[in-house]
């Protein structure tokens, strides 16, 4: 077991309001949370966990939603420098709007997302999620992609190997993860939205994030940053340190964060591109 050292503690500011360590890992360069709730489901029991609604009642909420339709058609073309078609898993798919645009853009879609909240929203667009990736049997998957949904599993290994084993051996991974090591990150501190304990429960650096996956047979490709998440981080992590979601403040982190990152490449998240490596 890799040695772990304190970090930082983080308050749940969503459901519970309860307090989490982090723990550095070492060996990865990946922070963890302590403990993990035995009933994790509970901690993404609110109306405004985000990700498995499509609401629209706040402005920040508008901002979001705005943010990902827009999102939509650039992580495809991204997509689209390596496939443009086959079989494409979207795993943590929310109320499936992503699967729509691949649908639209000549994929055959499948989808898994463990929230019946969200798994209901999607099938209302005639989205049939799976809840587990035991419901996919045999499938091999042209394009697999978490989109900030690596961070929530709790069993990470487990993970890698299912997903190395549905990756066809042409295939392309994608993960979306935030990054502790940003800007906002370091200047938000326990308040950093995207730590989001204990809904997160793992936290990664770029080395940590590329080493882990190397040890688990996949090779980075490309990286790419995602920039509208500073702001959008950045924004909530306003709410949690002064109460007030100032939008100004925000927006001044949120670039300053993706300014900084242009010459240190430590943006509030990235997106990694992997391929598998023959074992």
């Known amino acids: 077991m890799a040695k772990q050292k304190y970090f930082i503690s983080c308050k749940d500011y969503l459901v519970s309001g309860e307090e989490f360590d982090l723990f550095w890992n070492d060996k990865y360069e990946i922070l963890e949370t302590k403990p993990i709730p035995l009933k994790l489901p509970f901690y993404y029991s609110s109306d405004h966990y985000i990700s498995h609604t499509d609401s629209k009642s706040t402005l920040t909420e ?4 705005r943010v990902k339709n827009f999102m939509l058609n650039k992580k495809l073309d991204w997509i689209y420098n390596y496939k443009t078609t086959g079989k494409l898993l979207d795993v943590g798919a929310g109320t499936g709007d992503f699967l729509i645009e691949a649908k639209n853009r000549s994929f055959d879609v499948y989808g898994v997302e463990p929230n019946e909240k969200a798994r209901g929203v ?4 005639d989205v049939i999620l799976e809840k587990e990736f035991k419901d996919l049997k045999e499938l091999k998957f042209d394009v697999i992609t978490l989109w900030h949904v690596l961070e929530h599993i709790p069993d990470q290994e487990e993970e890698l190997k299912a997903l190395y084993n549905l990756l066809a051996d042409d295939g392309i ?6 990054n502790f090591k940003s800007y906002d990150a370091n200047y938000y501190k326990d308040y950093w939205a995207a730590y989001d304990v204990p809904r997160h429960l793992y936290h990664y650096s770029q080395k940590g994030i590329t080493d882990f996956f190397y040890d688990h047979n996949f090779e980075l490709v490309e990286k790419r940053p995602l920039i509208f ?29 993706n300014i900084k990152a242009r010459s240190s490449s430590e943006y509030s998240s990235l997106v990694y ?3 598998k490596e023959k074992i």
């Open 229 to 257: 998440d500073s702001y959008y981080v950045s924004l909530l992590s306003e709410k949690h340190k002064t109460g007030s979601s100032n939008y100004l403040k925000a927006f001044y982190t949120g670039l300053k964060s």
């Open 62 to 65: 508008k901002l979001y939603q």
């Open 122 to 125: 999607a099938l209302h667009k």
């Open 273 to 275: 591109f992997f391929k």
């Open 173 to 178: 991974l994608v993960v979306a993860v935030p």
